[in-house]
Each structure stands twice: as structure tokens, then as C-alpha cells.
């Protein structure tokens, strides 16, 4: 069976575009307005200096501080701490939707994936998430990912088990080829050998078993049988002539009288 990677490689991309016309759609049409969080917007403030990591990351890594330091990179991309907010939102999303793709077929088939990906992608309560701008879509992100590492993690035990099932029946295949090999060998030596008889016998109709043909009277015209003739000469000769030789007792053999 060829490998159809390209129609995986099709659903995956046709999820992803999807997610983001949608985000895209909400963001021009239906979002009247967004909730910033003030206490990270005065985390996410760029210093002169730049990202100050040292200060996002003070109370060790969390995914508030996740977040906070990637909205810092948004806000230098956008300039606005709203805007940046709500496009880091759609990149999460999208994120978050090729992770439970991958999931999906880990855990089953690409089909799956592409359902799984598709309801997460076109749910509306995390439509709605693009407009909060908090932490709350970078847990969406995490779990997303937790799922895809149990998958990656179902995967690769069915993967093993089923190497190891593939190796006993072909250690089982090839015992019993192995077996079938030696008993024809035993048989083949244990068999006496026999001589072709090369000589040539004579068929006798009369002593075969089968049926003699019976022949039926040829209805075809054929030519008259030939009648017995015998040649004679054309003249009577004297009994007294002698053309042969007579004699020749105690005779030269070329002495004819």
C-alpha cells in the first residue's frame, strides 16, 4: 500500500487555514471587546533595554510568565499591547490545533485527528478566548500539548508491541518452515532410490485390457482387387534341351558340358 502522506499533509493545512479565517472573521465582525489583564500588561512592558527576562521569570517559570514573555516579543512585532495580545491569542490557537491533530492520529488515524482538531478550532467558547488577553489561552496550549505527549506515549508502546508481535510469528514462521524442511529431507533419504526403466517393450494388442475397435465396412468406392497372375514363357521347350549345368561331381566348376 503506497504511503498517502499527502493527504494528511492536506487535512492538516485545511484545519489550520480554517482556524485562522475564523479567528480572523471574529476579530473584524464579532469581538467588541477585549479584557487585558493590567497586571501582566505591566509585566509584558518593554524596558529600554528590552525583554528584562530576569524580571518575567522572578518567581521561577509558571504559564503566566510563559505568556508574559511571549506577549513581550508580540508587543515589539504590533507596538500595542491590545493588538499584540489578541494575535499571540490566534498563534496559540493555531498552535493548540496542530497539537490535538497530531494527537488524533497518534492515537487512532488522521481522521480522527482532523475531527478532533476541526471541533476544538470551531468551538465558540475558545473563539471567544482570542479576545481575553491572559493566560488563559496559553493553558489551552499546554493541555493541548500534555494530549499530544500521552499520545506520542500510546504510540510508541503500540509501536513496540507490535514490533515484538511481528517477530514472534516470523520466529514462528520460520520454526515451522524449518520443521517442514527437515521431515521432507527425512522423507527424500528414507525413500529407496528408483531406476527409470529405459527399455523398450513390445505392445500386444491382445494383451491389454482395453476394448478392441470393431471396424465398420468401408462405404467408399475402391478399385477392384488385383487377380493372381503368374508369368509363363511364350514358346514350349524340348525336355531333351539342357540349358543348365549338369553334374558336376568331381568337376571343375567352370566345366560345363
Known amino acids: 500500500m503506497k504511503n498517502k502522506g499527502y493527504i494528511t499533509a492536506i487535512m492538516l493545512v485545511s484545519v489550520l487555514i480554517a482556524t485562522f479565517i475564523v479567528r480572523i472573521f471574529f476579530i473584524q465582525n464579532?469581538?467588541?471587546?477585549?479584557?487585558?489583564?493590567e497586571a501582566l500588561l505591566e509585566l509584558a512592558m518593554l524596558e529600554e533595554n528590552g525583554i528584562e527576562i530576569?524580571?518575567?521569570?522572578?518567581?521561577?517559570?509558571?504559564?503566566k510568565a510563559a505568556y508574559v514573555f511571549c506577549m513581550s516579543f508580540s508587543c515589539m512585532v504590533f507596538g500595542n499591547?491590545?493588538?499584540?495580545?489578541v494575535y499571540l491569542n490566534v498563534a496559540l490557537h493555531l498552535l493548540a490545533v496542530l497539537m490535538l491533530f497530531c494527537a488524533g492520529?497518534?492515537?487512532?488515524?488522521?481522521?480522527?485527528?482532523?475531527?478532533?482538531?476541526?471541533?476544538?478550532?470551531?468551538?465558540p467558547a475558545v473563539v471567544n478566548q482570542i479576545a481575553q488577553v491572559n493566560e488563559t489561552n496559553m493553558y489551552l496550549l499546554f493541555a493541548m500539548t500534555a494530549i499530544w505527549?500521552?499520545?506520542a506515549a500510546v504510540y510508541f508502546v503500540r509501536y513496540l508491541c507490535g514490533r515484538r508481535k511481528a517477530k514472534t510469528l516470523l520466529e514462528k514462521e520460520n520454526a515451522v518452515n524449518m520443521e517442514?524442511?527437515?521431515?521432507?529431507?527425512?522423507?527424500?533419504?528414507?525413500?529407496?532410490?528408483?531406476?527409470?526403466?529405459?527399455?523398450?517393450k513390445e505392445i500386444?494388442?491382445?494383451d491389454t485390457d482395453e476394448p478392441k475397435p470393431n471396424y465398420i465396412e468401408n462405404p467408399l468406392p475402391v478399385p477392384k482387387r488385383r487377380t493372381h497372375k503368374e508369368m509363363d514363357y511364350a514358346i514350349e521347350t524340348d525336355e531333351t534341351d539342357d540349358y543348365d549345368i549338369t553334374d558336376m561331381t568331381g568337376?571343375?566348376?567352370?566345366?560345363i558340358e
Not at 499591547?81 to 495580545?85: C, L
Not at 568337376?251 to 566345366?255: A, G
Open 180 to 200: 517442514e524442511t527437515e521431515k521432507m529431507e527425512k522423507t527424500a533419504e528414507e525413500m529407496p532410490a528408483v531406476m527409470a526403466d529405459s527399455s523398450m
Open 149 to 151: 505527549l500521552v499520545s
Open 204 to 206: 500386444i494388442l491382445d
Open 81 to 85: 499591547f491590545t493588538v499584540a495580545g
Open 30 to 37: 464579532m469581538m467588541n471587546k477585549i479584557n487585558v489583564d
Open 54 to 63: 530576569v524580571r518575567i521569570f522572578a518567581n521561577g517559570f509558571s504559564v
Open 251 to 255: 568337376k571343375d566348376f567352370f566345366d
Open 105 to 123: 492520529k497518534n492515537f487512532l488515524n488522521r481522521t480522527l485527528g482532523f475531527v478532533m482538531s476541526a471541533v476544538f478550532a470551531l468551538l
